[in-house]
């Protein structure tokens, strides 16, 4: 069975730095898309940053100059580094693949469970 699991969500003071993990378990041949999602309170779930199927990177105009995003391929992995943190960043925090090769086919957008991320005094 694939899995997206999310880690390293968390309180943190506005202007601190987190640092969130997305790890692919499973069967896995190639995984395409892999990116972060939020989801405010009352708000849409929105596209913080991602790769493309080129691998090329986009990334939410909110969040551009405060939070990379990297990945390591070899362990199914993608990180997001969030520096400079918001109260406005407040929120659950999704990881996403936009299709995923397995042993046992294609999966299309594929979730993770989510971590809450907050940010306050």
């Known amino acids: 069975q694939v899995q997206l699991v999310e880690s390293g969500g968390g309180l943190v003071q506005p202007g601190g730095s987190l640092r969130l993990s997305c790890a692919a378990s499973?069967?896995?041949?190639?995984?395409?898309?892999m990116g972060w999602y939020r989801q405010a309170p009352g708000k849409q779930r929105e596209l913080v940053a991602k790769f493309t199927s080129e691998g090329s990177t986009n990334y939410a105009d909110s969040v551009k100059g405060r939070f990379t995003i990297s990945r390591d391929n070899a362990k199914n992995t993608v990180f997001l580094e969030m520096n400079s943190l918001k109260p406005e960043d407040t929120a659950v925090y999704y990881c996403?693949?936009?299709?995923?090769?397995?042993?046992?086919?294609?999966?299309?957008?594929?979730w993770g469970q989510g971590t809450q991320v907050t940010v306050s005094p």
């Open positions: 499973g069967s896995i041949f190639s995984i395409y898309g």
């Open positions: 996403k693949a936009d299709r995923i090769n397995t042993v046992r086919g294609l999966l299309y957008n594929v």
